[in-house]
C-alpha cells in the first residue's frame, strides 16, 4: 500500500546516501593510494590497497545498477517494488559500511581525525542499517517475498 511504498522511497534515498558517501570515499582513496609512500613504495602497489580499491568499486557499481533498476521501476509506473527498495538499502547501507571502513584503514590514523570527513562518514553512516527496518528485517522481508512468490519471472 501507500506506507509500503513511502519507505520504499525513504530506502532507495537511504541507497542514494550511501553511494554518495561512498564515491566520495574513492575520490579520497585513489589519490592517497598514489601519493602516500611507506616503506619506499607507494601505498598504490601494494596488494591490500589495491583489492581495497578493486572491491569498494565494484560494490559500488552493483549498488548502482540495482538502484537505477527500482528508480526506472518507479518512473515507469510499477505498483510492487518492495523487494527491490529493500534489496538497495540493504545492500546500499552494507556497502557503505565496508568502503567507509576500507578507506579509513588506507589512511590509517588521518582517517579517524577530523581532518578528513572519513570519521564523520562512519558515525553518519553506521545508523542507515538500522533506520527505515535493520538489515535483518530487509532480508526477512525479501526472503518471505521470493518465499511466497518464487524466481520473479524476469529471471
Aim: charged share 25%.
Amino acid at each position: 500500500g501507500p506506507m509500503q511504498n513511502r519507505l520504499g522511497v525513504r530506502r532507495m534515498e537511504i541507497a542514494c546516501r550511501a553511494l554518495g558517501y561512498a564515491r566520495r570515499c574513492m575520490e579520497l582513496m585513489i589519490p592517497q593510494a598514489k601519493e602516500r609512500k611507506t616503506f619506499g613504495a607507494p601505498l598504490a602497489d601494494r596488494q591490500a590497497v589495491q583489492w581495497w580499491i578493486a572491491d569498494s568499486f565494484q560494490e559500488i557499481e552493483m549498488v548502482r545498477w540495482i538502484t537505477w533498476r527500482l528508480a526506472w521501476t518507479m518512473d515507469q509506473g510499477g505498483k510492487d517494488w518492495k523487494r527491490d527498495a529493500a534489496m538497495v538499502k540493504l545492500q546500499g547501507t552494507e556497502m557503505v559500511g565496508r568502503v567507509v571502513d576500507r578507506a579509513v584503514q588506507l589512511f590509517g590514523g588521518m582517517g579517524i581525525s577530523k581532518d578528513l570527513p572519513l570519521e564523520y562518514m562512519a558515525r553518519a553512516c553506521r545508523v542507515w542499517r538500522i533506520f527505515e527496518g535493520p538489515s535483518e528485517v530487509q532480508r526477512w522481508l525479501i526472503a518471505r517475498d521470493l518465499l511466497r512468490g518464487g524466481m520473479p519471472a524476469n529471471y
